[in-house]
């Protein structure tokens, strides 16, 4: 017994230092002594971000010699090379195998762009400082799954997260091929944590590892007929597709989802879900001809990409575009075991829950919803105006800051989001010349931190549409009839138009309304000060016969 305890530990020592060695095996052309020799230098390059390695004394060469030792430094790389996150990592350069004559004369580590000095060595504080990024970022989008969410939310909440975190990239040109070219860290979730632009493999890759992270099993999926790459997950014990990607809505005629001027082709906080949750024969009609089991993410090696559930079984849930009771085209936002969004069919904000059950939270007079973001306790909202901030505690709404009003006479309008802490407010306004020709556009960005959002004061102004300056909170009603069935506010945006006469009428209504009012007050006034008088001359008689 103890001889095969010995034999056993044995082997795992073995195997331990094969392991942290990046030792081959036996039939490996290079000695074990001479890898590690080189493993030493390379780490060593790579520590102080050096670009090359020098190999002629060590007397190697030939093909086989090349692909083993190119074979045992890709292995390296992972572990020396890369930004980690859970149990996946991006390599942040490449190695590539230096030869004359047959012999191999050194490496050359070629670093990202983004880490490489003009001399060609690696910046390594530009490095630690995007291995801390990705680390606190990674960890905030798992941090975002609760316990007690259904697979399906949690699915949704992680797909919210990834849209809003990436936007596509512009291509740099074209190859010999006419396929675009793109810098290399946008294929990587480096890229999209760290700078929020990421291609179809990015959004894929980051979204596979954090459903399994989450406990639901995902891999990654492709096309080469399409050039694309997308998610297929267990959902409920059934395979569906998820194409984070082509849901992240990508304006380039010129106007957002709420139909607004822009020369940004990116609308930030609009999001679809035509992609979410789809069957075989539902991504083939939309546009997904036919797929196969990627290399990034597959944990389990799966060989051949697995059979989805039915059409349809999702269509009633309110994520679904398929739900005719409701539209919406920003993003959804999960708060206390809620849901909050804007419904665009009766521009009110939603809160619903995955169970079915649904509120129609009115908006103020006149404001109507554009796009939502929550943050703590708070759904913060863009309006045609304002940005509100609504307490999904207490069900009150506070104006915290003015934008330019939505008009189609000067087209102004502003965009907001809320992305790593920090909110973003753009404001474009748009010119035109004589004959209602596009002229220019000028655009404007603050940014603001959360800390600093939280803290702002409501503005006073008049939410309740009684004429009178309030602190600006409003209860919110839940719009629900006694039936227990739902009852809608009327849409904002459906009432029609008043004529340059009839406003002309009104306002002289108004006035004239407003001198006829001022008479009755003075004629009050009179009244009462005839009475006032009367009873003093009285009281001062009764005095003197006193």
């Not at 990627?294 to 994520?319: A, C, H, L, Q, R």
């Not at 009115?362 to 919803?369: A, C, G, L, N, S």
């Not at 407010?425 to 002229?439: I, M, P, V």
Request: one cysteine or more; proline letters at 3%; glycine letters at 6%.
């Amino acid at each position: 017994m103890k001889k095969l305890a010995s034999l056993i530990l044995a082997f795992l020592t073995a195997f331990s230092l094969s392991i942290s060695s990046f030792a081959l095996t036996k039939n490996s052309v290079i000695p074990t002594s001479t890898l590690n020799k080189i493993l030493t230098e390379y780490r060593e390059a790579l520590k102080s971000g050096e670009n090359h390695v020098s190999l002629s004394g060590y007397g190697l060469s030939g093909k086989d010699a090349e692909i083993e030792l190119y074979d045992f430094l890709y292995r390296a790389n992972s572990e020396l090379g890369s930004i980690s996150y859970g149990k996946y990592s991006d390599c942040y350069l490449e190695t590539v195998i230096e030869t004359s004559s047959g012999a191999i004369t050194g490496v050359k580590l070629d670093y990202w762009d983004r880490y490489s000095t003009p001399d060609g060595k690696c910046d390594m504080e530009l490095v630690k400082k995007d291995q801390k990024t990705v680390s606190e970022r990674f960890s905030t989008a798992k941090s975002i799954v609760r316990r007690n969410m259904s697979d399906a939310e949690k699915a949704l909440v992680l797909y919210e997260y990834i849209i809003l975190q990436a936007n596509y990239p512009l291509s740099e040109g074209t190859d010999s091929d006419g396929e675009d070219i793109y810098p290399d860290d946008v294929y990587t979730t480096v890229g999209l944590l760290c700078d929020g632009t990421a291609v179809c493999a990015a959004y894929a890759k980051l979204y596979a590892i954090l459903l399994n992270e989450a406990g639901i099993p995902a891999i990654t999926v492709d096309c080469d007929s399409i050039n694309h790459e997308w998610v297929m997950a267990e959902i409920d014990g059934e395979w569906y597709h998820f194409d984070p990607t082509w849901d992240d809505y990508l304006f380039t005629e010129g106007y957002t989802s709420l139909w607004d001027l822009n020369d940004d082709s990116w609308d930030k906080g609009a999001a679809d879900r035509s992609f979410f949750l789809k069957s075989d024969d539902e991504f083939i009609e939309s546009g997904h001809p036919d797929w196969d089991v990627s290399y990034s993410v597959n944990p389990n090696n799966i060989t051949e990409p697995p059979e989805s559930g039915p059409s349809g079984k999702y269509d009633d849930k309110f994520f679904s575009v398929n739900n005719e009771d409701l539209y919406c085209c920003t993003l959804m936002n999960y708060i206390n075991g809620s849901w909050y969004f804007a419904d665009l069919k009766t521009m009110s904000i939603v809160n619903a829950t995955y169970d079915g059950e649904l509120s129609y939270i009115e908006m103020p007079t006149d404001y109507i919803p554009k796009y939502t973001f929550g943050y703590g306790n708070y759904l913060y909202v863009c309006t045609n105006s304002s940005v509100l901030r609504y307490d999904t505690m207490s069900d009150k709404f506070e104006k915290i800051m003015k934008v330019p009003e939505d008009d189609r006479k000067t087209d102004s309008f502003s965009e907001m989001s809320i992305v790593n802490d920090e909110m973003s407010l753009t404001t474009a306004r748009y010119t035109f010349d004589e004959n209602d020709e596009y002229k220019d556009a000028s655009f404007s960005t603050e940014v603001y931190p959360m800390s600093d959002v939280e803290k702002m004061s409501p503005i006073i102004d008049d939410m309740d549409g009684d004429g009178e300056d309030v602190t600006a909170v409003k209860d919110a009603a839940e719009a629900v009839s006694p039936s227990g069935k739902l009852t809608r506010p009327g849409q904002i945006s459906d009432k029609p138009a008043l004529s340059e006469e009839e406003l002309a009428m009104i306002e002289n209504a108004e006035s004239t309304g407003k001198r006829m009012m001022a008479f009755v007050y003075l004629g009050i006034a009179a009244i009462f000060i005839i009475i006032a008088t009367v009873a003093i001359i009285l009281a001062v008689k009764y005095t003197k016969k006193k």
